[in-house]
């Protein structure tokens, strides 16, 4: 199968020595992997995915800058993203390119090779590590330079300093507005989240209450952490078998945020809690660990 000009263009190959076969599958997209041998005659392997229409050019930008955010902070926990665009010769069509992610099983795996990061290791480091701060800001504020999208819903990501503030209309409000482009307007609905956004969230995760006042400095998070999104194998087909991450909707969040969604899917099947807290200690938690974590689900129940 040919590679499209613009995906040859953007990864500086040559056309002589690239192929492209299809490889995996996505609910939202076409997936294949790209092979290239380098001047040196080295193998090198991308992830493609291309997708049609105004709905993957949006899901593809979140979904670069995401893995490009996880990634700049732990290499080992997600793919690298080279390149994000339109292709040339199919109108319509969007494509994004990353690292070929080798998940062939545990049957490759040696003890080794084996790495000694455990993913609730590798995800403490980013959650421990302060998000960028952006063009127009003197610290890290809550946000995504990006709209990301969790699933196929379109999640806007402003830039704001308050985590309650950032929660409540970028997730709660953001949510039910697209139910009711969907599925109509409904009263009660509307007044049961309008409710949990303006009331209880504040409450439980407003600045005066965080950290005993002090508000939490945002970091990067994946943002769609269930465990359909990760896994284990090799990036860029070399080195350790790792325990790794994809397919994010990356955010600078609260550090707790997405724990609403690893606790459930991931407690009784990696521990990951009892290891989680041995790195981020409980005193660097906010307090309110399980009212936070109810919180934290309801936009995960409500896509």
Known sequence: ?????????????????????????SGFS?????????????EKHYFMKSGKGEGADVMFKGEHASLNAIHSIVPNLCPQSFAEGRLDDSPGVAFLVTDFLDMSGRSMETPNEKSTDTLPTK??????????????YSKPVFGFPEVTCCGNTEQPNDFTESWADFYAKNRLLAILKKSERT????????????????????????????????????????????????????????????????????????????????????????NFFPYHIQIISLEDMSGEFLSFQIVSQCTRHTQ
């Open 30 to 42: 076409t997936t294949a992997k790209i092979t290239t041998t380098t001047k040196d005659g080295t």
């Open 123 to 136: 995800l403490a480091k980013l959650h421990t590590t302060p998000a960028p701060i952006p063009d127009g």
């Open 1 to 25: 199968m040919k590679l499209d000009p613009a995906v040859l263009r953007s990864l500086s190959l040559g056309s002589a020595r690239t192929e492209v076969t299809s490889h995996g599958g």
């Open 183 to 270: 599925n109509g307007k409904d009263s009660s609905l509307r007044s049961l989240v309008e409710k949990t956004a303006f009331e209880t969230v504040p409450r439980l995760i407003g600045d005066e209450h965080l950290n005993g006042g002090k508000g939490v400095v945002p970091v990067t998070v994946h943002g769609d952490l269930w465990s359909g999104n990760k896994g284990r194998g090799r990036i860029g087909g070399q080195g350790a078998v790792e325990d790794v991450v994809f397919d994010p909707s990356a955010c600078y969040a609260h550090s707790e945020y997405e724990l609403g969604i690893v606790g459930p899917i991931f407690r009784s099947k990696l």
